[in-house]
């Protein structure tokens, strides 16, 4: 369940009751909004400033899906290279070129989950060629380039994996700290619509604010 109103209207809302409450503390405290209590308030409401920012971490997940799909291109750029020195050396009527599975290349082109097991595959194919005497096009170095873009493509999709996690672990608790103080917000002004009955202009502080807030 996500939270009803912005966490910037609800954070302002934190504080103008927070400042209310301390106010009239004597008075709330019968209703269990005591010194301790608003202690533990202020706690939380600096906390909820201090929560990372949404879009910070949603930044930071973009930029580690761009650095994935960089290592990706590149281990793709390196797959079509090595196709095309197939070519070049064997000819497109040669079984090593005919054997080359370019449908598979294709469908990888913007899957990390397909292309990593393709260039284990690849780079298994640009090594025996390699050990070919007649296999100029694909020497072991070229293999171990291909190698070495698969360790890059693995690790980025790792830490775009590590980011959504965090950023899903950072949005539980922004949500939960805010919905506290949302339900907080609520308490005292119940409390201190309860306590102020009977004098309207006490009273009146304590209205419900989120009508001035659209809902979400």
Known sequence: MGLPYATEDILTEAKLALKRAAKDQDALSALGVTRDWLEQ????????EHLPDEEVRQLRLEEKTEQKDEALAACYGWADNLQERIRFQYGAASSQYQRFPTDEKNEARTSERKMAPLMETLIQYAANLAGDADGQGASSE????????LRALRSADQAQEAQKVD???ATREQTEVFRTLYRKVNRINRAGRTVFRDDPARRARYRSPWHKYNKR
């Open 142 to 149: 070229f293999a171990d380039e291909g190698r070495t873009l």
């Open 167 to 169: 950023n899903l672990a």
């Open 41 to 48: 308030y202020r706690e939380e409401i600096r906390t909820a």
